[in-house]
């Protein structure tokens, strides 16, 4: 029997790329194992959108060199985003690698590996395909015993925004059908998933670009109609394409849960047009009043990034400022890094490593007390909470969500997994809350 190891890095798509990419070298004839020193085939699933995580991928690969020098049969894969980035440049830096599948070509990674058992030859697989090629091979989760499970909706992005590699390595906007996207719903709710997140690179541009399909909150009206299905997410959003529509989603729709992530990436004008966010830090704080209009209770979180080229001191005081009016719940926060492709590599920076380094020790101390405050206050609470199934924390304990994405932890017996149970907060912690059935 052969046998694969996999390691995913990055985002929600990729979590759904590698369960197609599981099904794939299944049919092979291969099962995975936890540790690459038993397999013959190793897989790395990357992630480029911080240069930190590109320099893992290597590092990863590096850690393999010895297996494949003890070992000459075993091969050695990469795919996503590093994947798409690199091409067949990374055959040359990494001599004992042999595949590099694109983000466009995960369907071929069979065939790909196929090739190197018969005839021993690396090979390459980065083209972008078409729109119509694409919306053909939309990947559809297999069957799983999950609770919660993520939904791809839409893949790429049009809006190129200076600091993001993403359109340059996953390409355009391309909507999947609504119909399917219905029939996943309804065939995942029939295993037993009680919740959906529906994903994309921008999924509030979902439908706007292919004739005839309806909006991403019409996508959203329909899915709260599918019976036995308890809770709907989604993610991520861009603001300057968070419509009304979408806002009134939040007050109307029962399974819509009270969370949304919307990355505002900074507080000053000067540095969000230079970004090409298409938004003011007016027109963002006005999408969160409105949200919070419709839906009081709902708990917003975001992403920033600290030494943005350009950015000064004045600039990062806004963003402070914006931190402490929008009240996010958790932010998840990054120190400029300058990515191949994108514009933003192009401006001078001068701001020194040891500035921006203060500045986002600033921000995370100003974020820890925000989130301290929302964490402490939810104890005493009585909540819905989904369970989800064994907890990390061992002790027999079980973990669920809230509607607000927050971890619970708590005594109680396995037949409740795939229920909503009420749940008190009893403590908080930076992670998770403690908690107990009521």
């Known amino acids: 029997m052969k046998s694969f190891y996999l390691e995913t890095f990055g985002c929600q798509m990729n979590v759904v790329d590698s369960e197609q990419i599981v099904g794939l070298v299944g049919q092979l004839g291969y099962s ?20 930190k995580a590109e320099r893992k ?26 994947a798409q980035q690199e091409g067949k440049r990374m055959l040359e830096k990494v001599p004992h690698l042999d595949i590099v599948c ?3 070509n995960v369907h071929r990674l069979a065939d790909m590996v196929r090739q190197v058992e018969e005839q021993r030859a690396r090979c390459a697989e980065v083209e972008f395909l078409e729109a119509d090629a694409r919306r053909r091979l939309f990947p559809e989760r297999q069957p799983s015993s999950e609770v919660t499970r993520f939904v791809t909706v839409i893949q790429g992005c049009d809006n190129f925004c200076a600091y993001c590699i993403v359109p340059h390595v ?3 906007e391309v909507s999947r059908a609504s119909a399917e996207v219905l029939e996943e719903v309804r065939s995942l709710v029939s295993q037993g998933v009680r919740e959906v997140t529906l994903i994309g690179q921008n999924v509030n541009s979902y439908g706007c670009k292919e004739d005839g399909e309806i909006s991403f909150a019409a996508l ?4 709260n109609a599918v019976e036995g299905l308890e809770r709907i997410r989604f993610m991520t959003s861009h603001p ?23 990355p505002v990436q900074a507080g000053g004008d000067g540095v969000l047009k230079a970004m090409r966010r298409g938004y003011t830090r007016d027109q963002y704080l006005d999408r969160v009043a409105r949200l919070r209009q419709v839906c009081p209770d709902i708990r917003v979180t975001s992403d920033v990034i600290v030494g943005f080229p350009g950015e000064t001191e004045e600039d990062f005081e806004q963003t402070m400022d ?14 400029y890094s300058p990515r191949p492709e994108t514009s933003a590599a192009t401006l001078p920076d001068d701001t020194p490593k040891a500035v921006k380094q203060e500045r986002f020790d600033r921000m995370l101390a100003l974020q820890e007390e925000i989130t301290k405050e929302y964490n402490r206050g939810d104890v005493g609470q ?7 199934g064994s907890s990390r924390q061992g002790n027999g304990q079980l973990f669920g969500r809230t509607t607000w994405n927050r971890i619970v932890n708590f005594d109680g017996d396995a037949s409740l997994v795939g229920r909503v149970v009420q749940v008190r907060l009893k403590r908080a912690y930076r992670n998770s809350h403690l908690g107990e059935l009521v």
């Not at 995975?32 to 699933?45: E, F, K, W």
């Open 170 to 172: 996953r390409g355009r």
């Open 32 to 51: 995975p194992v936890d540790s690459p020193d038993l397999a013959d085939l190793i897989i790395i699933n990357t992630c480029s959108i911080r240069a």
């Open 57 to 82: 991928v290597y590092g990863h690969l590096g850690r393999f060199k010895p297996l494949k020098q003890q070992r000459p049969e075993l091969i050695i894969a990469v795919c996503g985003c590093v």
């Open 220 to 223: 959203l009206r329909q899915i």
């Open 322 to 335: 914006l931190l402490a009016r929008a009240r996010f719940a958790e932010i998840y926060s990054f120190i």
């Open 102 to 104: 694109g983000t466009h």
């Open 382 to 388: 009585v909540l819905p909470v989904l369970v989800e």
């Open 240 to 262: 300057k394409d968070l419509s009304d529509e979408l806002i009134a989603c939040f007050g109307d729709l029962d399974k819509l849960c009270k969370h949304i992530h919307l």
